[in-house]
């Protein structure tokens, strides 16, 4: 299965983000092309600032594994990391994290010193546009 299909299924998860008046952030892991963990954005839900769709992926998908390290494993998410999430990526172990939209206000790759552990593989842009046009559209909705 391909990064695009992995992606897809982390945008559906966005979409019931914004649903639930959350910033539409989805996340899946997968193990040996196997998704082991689903997460979308629960700040609000919650009433939790570290209820980030990364972190609640990262927990399910540590308790899955019964590890806390995730060096096989690849994230896919609509939107860069924070600062926060990032942290927790390169405490994991992360093998291969795969983005969506970029941050440029909030995301981890503003920050000059790498926060992302040295092995951890990265691929940028992947369904971006898509990404982009449910955050904007989720944004615009609270303006009006």
């Known amino acids: ?20 008046g959350e910033i539409p ?8 092309n196997r998704i082991i963990a689903k997460a979308r954005n ?9 209820a980030h769709a990364e972190i609640m992926a990262i927990t399910s998908a ?6 806390k390290y995730l060096t096989d494993c690849t994230m896919y998410v609509t939107l860069e990391p924070c600062v926060m999430c990032a942290g ?6 992360l093998g291969r994290l795969v983005t969506g ?17 040295p092995k951890t593989r990265l691929e940028i842009g992947v369904l971006a546009e ?3 046009a449910l955050l904007a559209k989720f944004f615009a909705r609270l303006r009006t």
């Open 1 to 20: 299965m391909s990064d695009d299909y992995f992606m897809e299924m982390a945008l559906s998860l966005a979409e019931e983000a914004a649903d639930n």
């Open 25 to 32: 952030v989805g996340a899946i892991i997968v193990c040996r």
């Open 42 to 50: 629960q700040t609000e839900q919650l009433k939790d600032v570290t």
């Open 62 to 67: 540590t308790q899955h594994l019964g590890s």
């Open 88 to 93: 927790a990526l390169f405490w994991a172990q």
């Open 101 to 117: 939209a970029s941050d440029p206000k909030r995301g981890y790759s503003r920050i000059e010193t790498p926060l992302l552990h």
């Open 130 to 132: 898509e990404s982009q």
